[in-house]
């Protein structure tokens, strides 16, 4: 079975913090992805890799960055945490050829207070 | 730009009926997929369909079925005999199939409430 996990499933960080989200995959996929989840937004992207090294913006990349030094790996950093960026965070992955499929990860629930 | 509108915040059906959840996009892409993902209260986010814009037979997946009518860029969710199980948020997604890197465009969500 394919295997996305994230390091957290709550974490709690005030203002200002810097704070790393990581999410691990275990199927050797190029494609990486990181979403936050709102009521009544549904998911939106932060960002994208589509291979070590590479990152791609989304919809909603400020205040956000990210690092795929290896490729099972990919990494959202929140470089000054803000109140506005309480979300849950979702991070995917997707198999080279199989464009239909993502994988999602438990997700993580932050809060920053 | 790519969009997807769910109209529906909420929805509830008896035990064993059939609902449908409506969906709607929006592109200028010729060629897509259309996806159905679950979301139990768990918060993990589950695979359930999938429709590319040129496949002329509706998807099916044991008891979900997607509506697809193309001209109408809709893409609506058939859940039949509905189980309790079935209590979730559902979202719509869509992306292009050959360019963006693979990222999923999501509606806002259905949250379905199956009654006993």
């Not at chain 1, 913006?57 to 470089?79: A, H, M, Q, T």
């Not at chain 1, 945490?81 to 979702?90: D, F, G, P, R, V």
């Not at chain 1, 992955?93 to 629930?109: A, D, I, K, L, N």
């Not at chain 2, 814009?53 to 044991?62: F, K, M, R």
Request: aromatic share 12%; net charge neutral.
């Amino acid at each position: 079975d394919v295997k996305v996990t994230q390091s957290s499933r709550y974490l709690v960080k005030r203002t200002g913090e810097k704070v790393f989200l990581e999410c691990v995959q275990d199927m050797d996929h190029e494609n990486m992805f990181w979403y936050r989840q709102d009521p009544g937004l549904g998911l939106r992207l932060i960002y994208f890799s589509y291979d070590v090294k590479m990152k791609e913006k989304g919809d909603i990349p400020e205040g956000y960055s990210v690092s795929r030094e290896k490729k099972e790996r990919f990494s959202l950093i929140l470089e000054s945490a803000s109140t506005n960026q309480t979300s849950m965070y979702l991070c995917a992955s997707s198999p080279p050829g199989r464009v239909y499929e993502q994988y999602f990860g438990p997700g993580t629930r932050l809060t920053v207070t | 730009a790519q969009k997807i509108t769910q109209t529906q915040p909420g929805m509830f059906v008896q035990e064993k009926e059939a609902v449908t959840l409506d969906c709607t996009y929006d592109t200028s892409d010729q060629s897509y997929g259309l996806f159905w993902y679950k979301q139990p209260s768990s918060g993990e986010m589950i695979f359930l369909i999938y429709q590319g814009s040129y496949d002329e037979q509706n998807a099916t997946e044991g008891r979900y079925s997607l509506n697809f009518q193309k001209a109408r860029k809709s893409a609506n969710l058939v859940i039949s005999a509905s189980q309790l199980g079935d209590s979730a948020m559902y979202f719509c997604a869509m992306r292009a199939l050959y360019n963006q890197g693979g990222k999923l465009i999501f509606g806002q969500g259905t949250e379905l409430s199956v009654k006993p």
